[in-house]
């Protein structure tokens, strides 16, 4: 079921057009929405959540239309902005219990969501000291914690891993796919890094200066780049006999530096064809390895100049 | 001799396991518009006073509801005690005197109390998490308005109520007592909402608590100052017209004007509103306060970007 749709959505600011008639469709699980800084990324958020009238185009969310019926979006959706808005002098429970009351939780209901998801994004004892002392990431929790405690069907996640070191980024990213694969909550998380959202996204949808590059399932991306490394010896000149085997049976292959040749994964088959080729050859196999691939690699090869993965 | 009694088989001892339950969805109900906001507005109140903040928020309300009691507690001491002695017959200062007397707390209490309520959101941008919320913006900026003008109120009709009760235990009539306490309880509703718009405005036009506490004490001070200072030359000058128009300009002075136009309570201003026109202007005048703060507030949340 289509969780996001948007239909020639445009948004156009006196100087900048930050969406350009835009065509997405988002579904259930995890869907990562990448584009560098300023690609509009924000501005469909904002819009989706009907804090922000669109120029032209609509946008449906959960089947409610986000120009008129935003109050009941906002019910179902829980957002967690880029930016800080964490105030200082409260505790993390204390602000998430009061959040929750907002979201239309009876105060036991609140209390008792909030000590729940401080312990599902990891957040201890230290819950109950003022915002004002934690760390990055201990903020970043509380943020995801006050956007899921109302129990939403939809959680809209802007940049979750800005700010954060290696090993936090690598804690909220496991946490994101769990909220879309263990709590059933779809998920629209946002980064401009393409790389990040490779690993828990099953869908990635790229956007660039407003406009849509790319929209598919994350599968497709790492299909369409998948290659294997190959690396065969038994004659001097086995690479280029085992190449032009595999050529001649319809693979692409070619040379990869070293004695390794690179072919193009076409399909579930392929690894058993370069296996076979080389079993005919009589040559003996030393490794087929996949390539480390990434989605950004899609759009290194494509025509996305635009998007600068990092 | 006894035989030993059975012990029975010790049962497993209980390991402290942690049980970790997944995530649980919520079934239960959720409330509608109105409730939310009066959890909010509830909240909001409760804040002002500091409870459900840190204990050092909760001095300052604290010790300016103190003071704001201490003056009506000892006026009542007298009453009750020297009624006969002193041969009072009312209270020795009337009710809707008694916020211009003590209109230095009340002041600081709003000063302090406003950008609390209203620069906090602002300034660390908490307004977001809350117009992600179902509220609409509307309703976020009149119950923070209420939670504010009630959270004055209490601080301005207290003294009231304790010096009408120990009117009472005193022996005042009790018609009279009510009718003057209802009236003066009217006046402390409408500088409460005077105030608050006022505070609430220059709050929210700065995100700097510091610089929004300075504003609100200066706006509410020196207006208060300078209207007290022509109301004293006009009257002395016998251009009274002059110092009655010039009542308008501090929510005190105006306030106790309405109180004067419509319950004839006793002045305490040098330059009371005399007339109808004069009275009519005083009671537009404040009305037009609390609109157009409440008017400018909106202007300034539809501008706040999320």
């Given at each position: 079921m289509a969780v996001i749709v948007t239909a020639g959505l445009t948004k156009a600011y006196p100087r900048v057009t930050a969406l350009d008639h835009l065509d997405v469709t988002v579904g259930e699980g995890v869907t990562g929405l990448v584009g560098a800084n300023g690609a509009g990324k924000s501005t469909l958020i904002k819009i989706l959540l009907g804090l922000v009238p669109a120029t032209s185009g609509t946008?449906?969310?959960?089947?409610?239309?986000?120009?008129?019926?935003?109050?009941?979006?906002?019910?179902?959706?829980?957002?967690?902005?880029?930016?800080?808005?964490?105030?200082a002098d409260v505790s993390a429970s204390d602000l998430v219990v009061h959040l929750g009351?907002?979201?239309?939780?009876?105060?036991?209901?609140?209390?008792?969501?909030?000590?729940d998801v401080l312990r599902h994004v990891g957040l201890a004892e230290e819950r109950y000291r003022p915002i004002g002392g934690y760390s990055t990431g201990m903020k970043q929790r509380v943020k995801l914690a006050q956007a899921l405690v109302h129990d939403?069907?939809?959680?809209?996640?802007?940049?979750?891993?800005?700010?954060?070191?290696?090993?936090?980024?690598?804690?909220?990213?496991g946490l994101v796919k769990r909220i879309g694969e263990e709590?059933?909550?779809?998920?629209?998380?946002?980064?401009?890094?393409?790389?990040?959202?490779?690993?828990?996204?099953?869908?990635?949808?790229?956007?660039?200066?407003?406009?849509?590059?790319?929209?598919?399932?994350?599968t497709d991306f790492l299909h369409a780049t998948g290659s294997l490394l190959v690396e065969v010896q038994g004659r001097p000149d086995a690479d280029r006999l085992l190449g032009q085997a595999l050529v001649d049976a319809g693979l692409t292959?070619?040379?990869?530096?070293?004695?390794?040749?690179?072919?193009?994964?076409?399909?579930?088959?392929?690894?058993?064809?370069?296996r076979d080729l080389t079993v005919d050859l009589g040559l003996g196999l030393v490794r087929m390895q996949e390539r480390h691939h990434r989605i950004e690699d899609v759009f290194r090869e494509g025509a996305a100049g635009s998007v600068h993965p990092v | 001799m006894s035989t030993p009694s059975e012990s029975p088989v010790a049962p497993e001892p209980p390991g402290g396991v942690i049980h970790d339950l997944g995530y649980r969805p919520y079934a239960g109900p959720r409330l509608g518009e109105a409730t939310v906001a009066r959890s909010f507005f509830t909240t909001g109140l409760r804040n002002t006073y500091g409870l459900g903040r840190s204990a050092r928020s909760k001095v300052l309300p604290m010790i300016l509801l103190g003071l704001m009691l201490l003056p009506a507690l000892i006026l009542v001491g007298v009453l009750v005690q020297a009624k006969d002695l002193l041969g009072?017959?009312?209270?020795?200062?009337?009710?809707?005197?008694?916020?211009?007397?003590?209109?230095?707390?009340?002041?600081?209490?709003?000063?302090?109390?406003?950008?609390a309520l209203i620069s906090r959101d602002l300034r660390f941008r908490t307004i977001t998490l809350y117009l992600a919320r179902p509220m609409r913006r509307s309703a976020y900026v009149l119950v923070r308005f209420a939670s504010l003008t009630v959270a004055t109120f209490l601080l301005v009709a207290a003294p009231l109520l304790l010096m009408y009760v120990g009117g009472l235990l005193a022996g005042l009539p009790l018609a009279r007592e009510s009718g003057r306490f209802l009236g003066a309880l009217v006046g402390a509703a409408l500088l409460?909402?005077?105030?608050?718009?006022?505070?609430?405005?220059?709050?929210?036009?700065?995100i700097r608590r510091g610089l929004a506490v300075a504003a609100v004490i200066v706006v509410?001070?020196?207006?208060?100052?300078?209207?007290?200072?022509?109301?004293?030359?006009?009257?002395?000058?016998?251009?009274?017209?002059?110092?009655?128009?010039?009542?308008?300009?501090?929510?005190?002075?105006?306030?106790?004007?309405?109180?004067?136009?419509?319950?004839?309570?006793?002045?305490?201003?040098?330059?009371?509103?005399?007339?109808?026109?004069?009275?009519?202007?005083?009671?537009?005048?404040?009305?037009?306060?609390?609109?157009?703060?409440?008017?400018g507030l909106m202007a300034r949340y539809r501008r706040v970007s999320p």
């Amino acid at each position: 079921m289509a969780v996001i749709v948007t239909a020639g959505l445009t948004k156009a600011y006196p100087r900048v057009t930050a969406l350009d008639h835009l065509d997405v469709t988002v579904g259930e699980g995890v869907t990562g929405l990448v584009g560098a800084n300023g690609a509009g990324k924000s501005t469909l958020i904002k819009i989706l959540l009907g804090l922000v009238p669109a120029t032209s185009g609509t946008a449906r969310v959960l089947g409610h239309d986000v120009a008129a019926e935003g109050a009941r979006i906002r019910a179902l959706v829980g957002y967690m902005p880029e930016h800080d808005c964490l105030p200082a002098d409260v505790s993390a429970s204390d602000l998430v219990v009061h959040l929750g009351q907002m979201s239309g939780l009876p105060y036991a209901a609140a209390r008792e969501r909030t000590s729940d998801v401080l312990r599902h994004v990891g957040l201890a004892e230290e819950r109950y000291r003022p915002i004002g002392g934690y760390s990055t990431g201990m903020k970043q929790r509380v943020k995801l914690a006050q956007a899921l405690v109302h129990d939403p069907r939809l959680v809209l996640l802007d940049e979750p891993t800005n700010g954060l070191d290696p090993s936090a980024r690598d804690d909220m990213l496991g946490l994101v796919k769990r909220i879309g694969e263990e709590f059933g909550i779809a998920v629209l998380v946002t980064s401009h890094l393409l790389g990040e959202l490779e690993r828990v996204s099953d869908h990635v949808v790229i956007l660039d200066t407003g406009r849509l590059l790319r929209s598919s399932a994350t599968t497709d991306f790492l299909h369409a780049t998948g290659s294997l490394l190959v690396e065969v010896q038994g004659r001097p000149d086995a690479d280029r006999l085992l190449g032009q085997a595999l050529v001649d049976a319809g693979l692409t292959a070619r040379p990869a530096g070293g004695a390794l040749i690179e072919v193009e994964v076409r399909d579930e088959t392929t690894p058993d064809v370069v296996r076979d080729l080389t079993v005919d050859l009589g040559l003996g196999l030393v490794r087929m390895q996949e390539r480390h691939h990434r989605i950004e690699d899609v759009f290194r090869e494509g025509a996305a100049g635009s998007v600068h993965p990092v | 001799m006894s035989t030993p009694s059975e012990s029975p088989v010790a049962p497993e001892p209980p390991g402290g396991v942690i049980h970790d339950l997944g995530y649980r969805p919520y079934a239960g109900p959720r409330l509608g518009e109105a409730t939310v906001a009066r959890s909010f507005f509830t909240t909001g109140l409760r804040n002002t006073y500091g409870l459900g903040r840190s204990a050092r928020s909760k001095v300052l309300p604290m010790i300016l509801l103190g003071l704001m009691l201490l003056p009506a507690l000892i006026l009542v001491g007298v009453l009750v005690q020297a009624k006969d002695l002193l041969g009072l017959d009312e209270q020795i200062v009337p009710y809707s005197t008694y916020p211009i007397t003590t209109q230095l707390l009340i002041s600081v209490f709003v000063a302090a109390q406003a950008p609390a309520l209203i620069s906090r959101d602002l300034r660390f941008r908490t307004i977001t998490l809350y117009l992600a919320r179902p509220m609409r913006r509307s309703a976020y900026v009149l119950v923070r308005f209420a939670s504010l003008t009630v959270a004055t109120f209490l601080l301005v009709a207290a003294p009231l109520l304790l010096m009408y009760v120990g009117g009472l235990l005193a022996g005042l009539p009790l018609a009279r007592e009510s009718g003057r306490f209802l009236g003066a309880l009217v006046g402390a509703a409408l500088l409460a909402a005077c105030l608050s718009g006022l505070a609430a405005l220059v709050s929210a036009l700065t995100i700097r608590r510091g610089l929004a506490v300075a504003a609100v004490i200066v706006v509410l001070l020196v207006s208060y100052t300078v209207v007290v200072a022509i109301q004293g030359i006009s009257y002395e000058s016998g251009h009274e017209t002059v110092g009655q128009v010039a009542g308008v300009f501090s929510p005190y002075t105006l306030v106790n004007g309405v109180q004067v136009v419509l319950f004839d309570s006793p002045e305490a201003t040098a330059t009371p509103p005399e007339g109808a026109a004069m009275g009519v202007l005083y009671v537009v005048a404040t009305l037009l306060a609390v609109g157009g703060s409440l008017a400018g507030l909106m202007a300034r949340y539809r501008r706040v970007s999320p």
